[in-house]
């Protein structure tokens, strides 16, 4: 746990003497926010711990009248505005605390309180996560086998690693094709002009994820992700989808198929693709049904439909961004080229 | 726990919309935290919950270096500002989870952090306390049993309550001579002039304490404590004091009787009594060993030596306030008489 507070202490925030510190938690994570707030208050920077418990949260969606929704919280604003990092660490009691809660609800209040979450991005910030029942619960695993598997892929050499998750960036930089190919998968796009963002824990802890925006008209083929998406809390899985001039004109599942074909029709944007990314985190070794750590899983890609990242210098918007994930055996065959060029190959240092 | 957060809410700090409601913790307090959550969203109000966890504050104090323990936090401070009531919420999961620390370092960032309790202070504001099995097994009990005991205390019709209060509050605003008779006690003392201040849970929940000010050369005669008193977590027990011409002429204890001497030789105003108040509270039927509840205790009195409130007109100053408690069987004799009438007979409401 304390070296999990000084990575993201000294590597992903580099905090320094004057820096005011604002560290979130949910409903568990005083353990670790209790080393951070230690280690900041070390290097002589300024500590605060703000709890959003699950339980209060679910009381207000549930509980406050419809015109009082949109209150905007000027004493936190205010905090937000005055700090100079933000650690927020995920640690739920109970992931299904807000099944109940209308999404509109959320989404109506993620709006009005959209200057704060403005602020934060704009200032030093990182999300990670701290182990508890919960988050094992729903990834199938005992506590101690969860916390063995979040440290494994927390506790890296961030240094090194984003050494290499950088030459599989510069490698796609100047890539024009993409094709991967695999079970119940071929599938062609192009990348080209775009840049990659290498997620490499200084936003994420874990990081370890260099991702992209394809161009949307130029996607053709087919594609089987064989990890579940979900969506509103439901699974969709052996999603297959089929393009042809960058739309979906296909798509099947062997589990909420509806739901699936029901996104899919949102927009013009939900037809087609917004990200192609590259998980590299080899501690990350199974799906444990948070995204935090899904899409940075070693040897797999994920595609999302809808939004691009504006970063990437993505062009497809739309009110929806859905990750797919596809675990990568390449050494039984299957393959991601850049322009004809396996990724093996070219960037060997991280999938092997 | 929904009535100890509606008196909070409604009574305690009056919450209305639009008021930015900043609520703290320590380490335990998230279940009344959450409903106090909810109640202030329902009202229109927006709150905020921080958390000072004690292994946070422990291994602050133990751990930053001399020169960052006076850094100040102003994103804190920007918290505060903005705020318009502040509720604090004791709950602590060790009470002695400080114990190792050096007192000193304490108050060299109470001083630094001055500014900040100081905008507090002008706020609407109220502290309370969440029951934890620490502070039960600081009361010697079971945690179910202390959890009966508070609610007893908290949940009162404090607006009948303080009516009660007020009288007795009168009555000391135009008493002069204060004569206290009981077991090994018989002092006199002068309280002309003086302002009587009703502690009726606006600001502390449970509430129940109307003091004021003695007039400090006006104190003579002696006194016997039969309630312990607590210094730096030491237990001072069977107090004595012998008051001539105001000053303390002779000061025994059955246990730590040096360290009571002491602390009444820290300066000029040590010396004399600063405070006279009166416990009303009858949820309150025991020592705990919190002042919290302690001083409110139904049938007591309490003396401090050392520093006066000015807001009672008091003048007398001192680095110290340490409060002395004493019960009274009123039903056996013991009494405390207002210009030679009885406070039972004068107030008979509060005292039967």
């Known amino acids: 746990m304390t070296s999990h507070a000084k990575i993201l202490v000294d590597y992903s925030t580099s905090v320094r003497e004057g820096d005011m510190v604002l560290i979130t938690v949910e409903d568990q994570g005083f353990d670790l926010a209790c080393e951070v707030y230690k280690e900041v208050s070390k290097r002589g920077a300024s500590p605060l711990i703000v709890a959003f418990?699950?339980?209060?949260?679910?009381?207000?969606?549930?509980?406050?009248?419809?015109?009082?929704?949109?209150?905007?919280?000027?004493?936190?604003?205010?905090l937000v505005k005055a700090s100079d990092v933000s650690i927020r660490i995920l640690s739920s009691s109970n992931t299904k605390a807000l099944s109940s809660v209308d999404p509109k609800r959320i989404s109506k209040r993620a709006l009005a309180t959209k200057a704060i979450t403005d602020v934060i991005l704009k200032k030093r910030w990182c999300v990670t996560l701290h182990p508890t029942q919960a988050y094992a619960q729903e990834a199938e695993m005992s506590?101690?086998?969860?916390?063995?598997?979040?440290?494994?892929?927390?506790?890296?050499?961030?240094?090194?690693?984003s050494i290499k998750m950088k030459r599989l960036k510069e490698v796609m930089d100047r890539t024009d094709e993409v094709r991967i190919v695999g079970e119940k998968t071929d599938l062609r796009m192009s990348i080209k002009g775009m840049k990659a963002v290498v997620d490499d824990a200084k936003n994420n802890l874990p990081g370890?994820?260099?991702?992209?925006?394809?161009?949307?008209?130029?996607?053709e083929g087919e594609v089987y992700f064989d990890l579940p998406a979900v969506k509103y809390g439901k699974e969709?899985?052996?999603?297959?989808l089929r393009f042809k001039g960058g739309e979906i004109v296909e798509a099947t599942a062997s589990k909420n198929q509806d739901l699936l074909r029901k996104i899919i029709e949102t927009d013009e944007g939900s037809r087609r693709l917004g990200e192609f990314g590259i998980g590299t985190n080899k501690g990350i070794d199974r799906f444990t049904k948070h995204?935090?750590?899904?899409?940075?899983?070693?040897?797999?890609?994920?595609?999302?439909i809808g939004r691009a990242y504006e970063e990437c210098g993505g062009k497809n918007y739309s009110a929806i961004h859905w990750d797919f994930i596809k675990t990568m055996n390449y050494e039984r065959g299957e393959m991601i080229f850049f322009d004809g060029e396996r990724i093996t190959e070219l960037v060997p240092e991280l999938f092997k």
Request: glycine share 4%; proline share 7%; aromatic share 18%.
């Open 236 to 240: 969709v899985t052996d999603v297959r």
């Open 291 to 304: 995204i935090l750590f899904d899409e940075k899983m070693g040897n797999t890609f994920h595609l999302a």
């Open 143 to 161: 506590l101690k086998e969860y916390q063995d598997f979040v440290y494994r892929s927390v506790l890296v050499d961030w240094e090194k690693e």
């Open 208 to 219: 370890g994820e260099v991702f992209t925006a394809p161009i949307p008209e130029s996607v």
């Open 53 to 78: 418990p699950s339980e209060a949260t679910r009381g207000f969606y549930m509980e406050t009248p419809e015109e009082y929704i949109t209150v905007f919280p000027k004493h936190y604003y205010e």
